[in-house]
Structures are given as structure tokens and as C-alpha cells.
């Protein structure tokens, strides 16, 4: 691996769309960190050890140990996402999968018990270094290769393969000699609105499969989701952000050579582009 993106910053500040488009871009490979201990939390709560995880660290971390986490991005095409924008008008991001034991749990790591959960499992040192190793195997194995790219209307540029990662140590402890490190930021309002959308449009998709499957007269057995209001999701994101900040283990910080990019009033095009820009130079 000769080019490594660390992309660090507080809960939904946009890492993750960030990072997978980006990734994308200079066909480097993409590693959510936040996915693998929303996958230990997942975990703990499978087991029957969440609720008093406290006396159960030795056990979550054995398990840890002996699970194999996945990440796929989709689609898995050679072709750089500008290339795409120009023929489409806008960027397309990548799916990402997350596969425990083979097993997709994409959507099982994002529920709210997940969220509530997830700050507390990675307080835990023992985790942060079962997470560390995970962390380090996944971006030593995976798929990247050297590109030409086109983006940005540049000039054609060869760069190396890479890996892009995003999370909250990722520039300060997992790669401290990371070739970019980026500090993605937004207002705190701006994120728990984003979250909140995204939130909304996960739910008219539901119901709109729902219908679907109600006109083909299948049994409908989903359970109604309740979802949070922006009030309560920025509550939540302010909780998350607080525990980050203040555990004793890799707490979210800057790190002295990250760029700082606050991308409350930045278009999402605008911010990738930054990225792949600086990754250019
Ligand atoms: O990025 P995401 O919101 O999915 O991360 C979930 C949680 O995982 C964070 O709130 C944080 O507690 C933890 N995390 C971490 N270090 C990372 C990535 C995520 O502690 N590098």
C-alpha cells in the first residue's frame, strides 16, 4: 500500500459518503471503522452481554477475536466516479456492505440500540485493540491499485494504490503516519439534520417495499419502526460526540497534521473534490 487517507470527525459529519466517494475516485480501497465496532456492539448484544458489558470485556473480546468482519463496496466498478458524474450530472456513492462471519449485518449495526450501545463499547481498551488489529489486516488486504484518473477536469495523473479509512482515531493512533489526514466537520445542527433525512428517506423506502408487497397480497411481516425526531437524534449524536471526546482510550482529537474541513455550507461534490485534490498534489 503506498497511499493511506485518514478522514476522522465527529458523528455523522459525513465520513463515510466522503470517504466510500472518494475511494471511489482514485480506485483506492475504503475501510468504515466505525462499521467493525458497530459489529463488536452487534456482538455483545447477540451474546446476552450488553446489558452489564461492564463485567463481560475478556468474553466481547474473545469474540472479536474469532469473528471475521467484511467490507464490500459496490459497485466494485473500474471506472472513476467523476467519469460517471460527467455523463450523469452528479455523484453516485458507493454502496458499502458489512458482512459478520459472512453473514450481511449492514443494516442489523445501524439500529438505535446500536447507537446507544456502540460509545461504550469503544471506550474499552481491550476492544480498541482487538478493533486496532482488525482495522490494520483489513487495510493491509485490501484491493487497491495504482490508477489514471480523470477527475476534477485535470489532467490525466497516475497515483499509487491506497486505502481510505474513516473513523475517529484513525490519523492519530491506527495510521499516525498516514500520507492525508482529513478532520471532516459540520454544525451540529447541520449533522443531526442530515441524519435525520437520511433517516426519512430509509423509512419511505420501507414503506414503499411495504406496499409493494401488500399489493402482491404476500403477508406483511414487518414491525413498524418508530423513528426519532431531529431533537432526539441530535441529543443522541451530542452523547456519542461527548463519550468520543472524553474516554481515556484514542479519544476523538485533531490530529496536528490533519486539513480541517468544515463542510456545513460545502456541496457534497465540493468536499470530494477537496479530498481527491489534495490527494493529487
Ligand atoms: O462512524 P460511526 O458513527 O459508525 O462510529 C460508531 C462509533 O464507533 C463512534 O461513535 C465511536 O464510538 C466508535 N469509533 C471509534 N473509533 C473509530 C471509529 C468509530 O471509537 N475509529
Redesign the pocket.
Known amino acids: 500500500r503506498d497511499f493511506t487517507i485518514a478522514i ?1 470527525g465527529p ?2 459529519s459525513g ?2 459518503s466522503t470517504a466510500r466517494a472518494v475511494a471511489q475516485e482514485l480506485g483506492f480501497g475504503y475501510i ?7 459489529c463488536a456492539t452487534l456482538l455483545a448484544l447477540r451474546n446476552n452481554i450488553a446489558s452489564d458489558i461492564d463485567k463481560h470485556w475478556p468474553e466481547l473480546i474473545d469474540l472479536i477475536g474469532k469473528t471475521g468482519v467484511e467490507i464490500k463496496i459496490q459497485p466494485n466498478s473500474n471506472r472513476s466516479l467523476s467519469v460517471v458524474a460527467a455523463k450523469t450530472g452528479r455523484l453516485v456513492v458507493p454502496s458499502v456492505q458489512i458482512l459478520l462471519d459472512g453473514e450481511d449485518v449492514s443494516n442489523d449495526i445501524r439500529t438505535p440500540e446500536v447507537n446507544r450501545l ?2 461504550k ?3 474499552d481498551g481491550g476492544v ?1 485493540s482487538a ?1 486496532l488489529n482488525i ?1 490494520r489486516s483489513l487495510a493491509a488486504n485490501a484491493d487497491t491499485k495504482a490508477t489514471e484518473t480523470q477527475g476534477n477536469g485535470k489532467d490525466p495523473h497516475v497515483i499509487p494504490g491506497g486505502v481510505v479509512m ?5 490519523g492519530t493512533t ?1 495510521f499516525p503516519n498516514a500520507e492525508l489526514k482529513i478532520y471532516l466537520d459540520a454544525s451540529a445542527m447541520a449533522r443531526a439534520i442530515r441524519r435525520w433525512d437520511e433517516m426519512n428517506s430509509q423509512l419511505k423506502n420501507k414503506q414503499t417495499e411495504e406496499a409493494a408487497r401488500k399489493q402482491e397480497n404476500k403477508a406483511d411481516t414487518s414491525v413498524p419502526v418508530e423513528y426519532p425526531s431531529v431533537e432526539d437524534i441530535a441529543r443522541e449524536l451530542e452523547q ?2 461527548y ?2 471526546i472524553n ?1 481515556q482510550h ?1 479519544p ?1 482529537r485533531i490530529a496536528p497534521d490533519a486539513v480541517v474541513i468544515d463542510n456545513t455550507n460545502l456541496t457534497f461534490e465540493q468536499q470530494v473534490y477537496s479530498i481527491t485534490d489534495l490527494a493529487r498534489e
Open positions: 476522522d458523528a455523522a465520513k463515510s468504515d471503522s466505525g462499521s467493525i465496532y458497530r456502540v460509545a463499547v469503544a471506550s480498541r478493533v482495522q474513516d473513523g475517529r482515531d484513525v491506527v456519542r460526540d463519550a468520543d474516554r484514542s476523538l
